[in-house]
């Protein structure tokens, strides 16, 4: 008996042996493959995702080490002591007003 589909040329194409190695070797760089595409995207994003906190440490450190620099003289040491750390001298008096809403929790001891 003949095979009917034999003249088609969609069954030429599929019966030809580099189409299918070609498209096992597609499914396999795919899926399959240690390097595969999904694994590369999912590097890439994890890259991206450490480029990005790489500079964010960068930018923190830049701040940080501008307020060393501020910090070496004595004046902006009390500044930042008063404003910080409610720290005051023996002759003042320090009032703190707190407002409904703020931003700043107790902390429950």
Known sequence: MKNPYKNKSWFKFLS???VWVLLFFIVWMLFL???????HRFLNNQINELEDNKTYYQEEIKK???QIKQLKNPE???????????????SEDIYIIKFEGDTIQEKNN
């Open 33 to 39: 493959d240690n390097y595969s595409y999904f694994d």
């Open 76 to 90: 902006q040491i009390e500044k930042y002591a008063r404003e910080k750390y409610f720290m005051k001298k023996d």
């Open 16 to 18: 030809n042996k580099y």
């Open 64 to 66: 940080d080490q501008e």
